[in-house]
């Protein structure tokens, strides 16, 4: 059964530098979504993306964040400039079969875990 | 008002017990509602799309009351293995929004 990937499973990293999260949604899929899980919290929606562009974004997708579709089948979250609080579990899903039906039904990878120090 | 708001339990019941869980949304305009599960530190995994007419899956129905912006989830026959967290989600086009969960234990 098709799956969504991610890479890495966990990454550490210094206050104040960037990271890049991965992401390989199922194949036929079009549309993509990044959520992140702060430990013991409730997961939050960050932003999707369709058609090479963002479709919707919440309230905590600000200016340090940003997604890219560089290829065929990565789909990247990029964190600018990381803060402490930036430390969660980051879940990628997508959904959306090409030529199935339209119901939003999304399927969510195993998550990275963004460990900020 | 939040979101999505549920129960968040923990609910600890018998194997073979009925359960049922209970969510509400605050989004009138939402368009979509689902039912996961998410297990100790992994992913959401997704149990049932809800339709408003309502539907089942094995031991599982979902309902859907749009009047009362209300969905829930019952479980029948409950078994060791439903232990887990259950997420509501409800969605509007695609920004979708997670309860904060309903935590379940069955026990022997």
């Known amino acids: 059964e098709p799956e969504v990937t991610q890479t890495p499973s966990h990454q550490v990293t210094q206050m104040g530098q960037e990271v890049i999260l991965r992401c390989v949604p199922i194949?036929?899929?079009?549309?993509f979504y990044w959520y992140r899980q702060i430990l013991g919290q409730k997961v939050e929606f960050l932003v999707s993306?369709?058609?090479?562009?963002?479709?919707?974004k919440s309230e905590i997708f600000d200016d340090q964040f940003s997604v890219e579709r560089p290829d065929g089948s990565n789909f990247t979250l990029k964190i600018r400039s990381t803060k402490l609080e930036d430390s969660a579990m980051y879940f990628c899903?997508?959904?959306?079969?090409?030529?199935?039906?339209?119901?939003?039904?999304?399927?969510f990878g195993p998550g990275t875990r963004l460990t900020v120090l | 008002r939040k979101e999505v708001e549920q129960d968040p339990g923990p609910f600890n019941v018998p194997e073979g017990a009925t359960v049922a869980f209970n969510c509400t949304y605050s989004?009138?305009?939402?368009?979509?509602f689902f039912w996961y599960r998410q297990d100790c530190r992994k992913e959401p995994k997704l149990l049932m799309s809800?339709?408003?007419s309502g539907n089942e899956d094995g031991r599982f129905t979902a309902q859907l009351n749009r009047a009362s912006q209300y969905i829930s989830l019952l479980i029948r026959d409950s078994k060791l293995s439903d232990s887990a967290t259950y997420l509501c989600?409800?969605?509007?086009?695609?920004?979708?929004?997670f309860g904060a969960g309903t935590r379940l234990t069955v026990k022997p």
């Open positions: 899903a997508s959904s959306h079969e090409v030529g199935g039906a339209s119901y939003n039904e999304q399927f």
């Open positions: 809800v339709y408003s």
């Open positions: 989004n009138s305009a939402s368009q979509s």
């Open positions: 989600a409800v969605s509007n086009n695609n920004d979708m929004r």
């Open positions: 194949s036929n899929h079009l549309y």
């Open positions: 993306f369709y058609n090479n562009e963002i479709s919707e």
